[in-house]
């Protein structure tokens, strides 16, 4: 069970990383275990605020989806 703390501990932690990179890719599991319920395109926002040219998100069967500042999220084959 994921609470307040465990939550602001796990995204404080992931903060620099993110900031540091060009490109950052994370799994919808991955966005789960680190925010809970929170909207995918709320963090991948976020994350595009901290620095990085390029925020994807893999979606499984479903594909992934990308996206970059200035610029709505999208499919990620549309960006290649």
């Not at 540091?20 to 919808?28: N, P, Y």
């Not at 995918?40 to 605020?49: F, H, P, S, V």
């Amino acid at each position: 069970m994921l609470t307040a703390g465990t939550v602001s501990v796990r995204v404080s932690a992931i903060a620099e990383p993110v900031a540091l990179s060009d490109l950052v890719k994370a799994s919808e599991e991955d966005i789960e275990w680190l925010y809970g319920e929170k909207p995918l395109q709320a963090i991948m926002r976020t994350w595009l605020a901290l620095g990085p040219a390029m925020v994807v998100i893999t979606r499984g069967p479903w594909g992934a989806w990308a996206t970059r500042p200035r610029q709505s999220s999208a499919p990620a084959d549309e960006f290649f």
